[in-house]
């Protein structure tokens, strides 16, 4: 059984299109991400969510919209796709780290997008 | 700026030698963690080191942290071809709610 899984694995599409990504977590995490990774491989975290309450927002254009269903789905919506939008985006998920320290994290396989 | 700078960034050995990959961060940390990226695949935690911590041990990984330092190493002994990835040091800063990545290490065992 896959622990975190995402759809589409790959996507092309065209400059100024809509896109979503879906993920979905069986591991019973209450927190979910998601991360951009360049062609550079520099992962960067995008947002957080913590039982469907965003926590993270890193500076994202609001063309990315998150949304979170149940604590096990955190979708991400991306409006008016860019060139600059091509990459790798993971989905991961994790323990509720609370006040404390951050928990190692699970992820998904990718999302890898491109934009022609 | 990027906390977690790994170093090398790519690193190129025999088949049963010995793998040692660096990483330094700038701020405070709550622990450091590593990770493994398969080529096409997600990453895949490996080990957490607390900051109260110096040494971890985890089959044929070792990981050392020194916090005066503010620098970590992973050590990847009798290497197999298997261990051919990109290994990442990911750092939990205080208060940030969130790991801080580096780069990665790009690690190829040849056979």
């Known amino acids: 059984d896959t622990a975190v899984s995402q759809t589409p694995k790959y996507l092309v599409t065209q400059m100024g299109n809509d896109k979503s990504i879906k993920c979905e977590q069986n591991?019973?995490?209450?927190?979910m991400y998601w991360y951009k990774q360049d062609s550079k491989k520099f992962l960067k975290i995008m947002f957080s969510?913590?039982?469907?309450?965003?926590?993270i927002n890193e500076t994202v254009p609001n063309r990315f919209s998150p949304k979170s269903p149940d604590k096990a789905h955190l979708n991400l919506h991306i409006n008016s796709l860019e060139l600059g939008d091509s990459a790798v985006y993971f989905c991961?998920?994790?323990?509720?780290?609370?006040?404390?320290?951050?928990?190692?994290?699970?992820f998904g396989d990718g999302t890898r997008l491109s934009i022609l | 700026s990027q906390q977690g700078e790994e170093d090398p960034q790519a690193l190129s050995i025999q088949e049963g030698e010995n793998a040692t990959m660096n990483c330094s961060y700038k701020?405070?940390?709550?622990?450091l963690q590593w990770y493994r990226q398969n080529s096409g695949r997600g990453l895949v935690h490996l080990i957490l080191?607390?900051?109260?911590?110096r040494e971890k041990h985890s089959g044929r990984l070792r990981v050392t942290l020194d916090t005066s330092k503010k620098s970590s190493s992973l050590l990847i002994t009798a290497s197999r071809a298997a261990d051919t990835a990109s290994y990442f040091c990911?750092?939990?800063?205080?208060?940030?709610?969130?790991?801080?990545f580096g780069q990665g290490t790009r690690l190829t065992i040849n056979p």
């Open positions: 991961a998920s994790s323990q509720d780290p609370g006040t404390g320290a951050n928990q190692p994290q699970h």
């Open positions: 591991l019973g995490h209450d927190t």
């Open positions: 969510y913590n039982n469907k309450e965003l926590i």
């Open positions: 701020t405070s940390i709550n622990n």
């Open positions: 080191i607390r900051s109260n911590e």
């Open positions: 990911a750092t939990d800063p205080w208060g940030a709610q969130k790991l801080v």
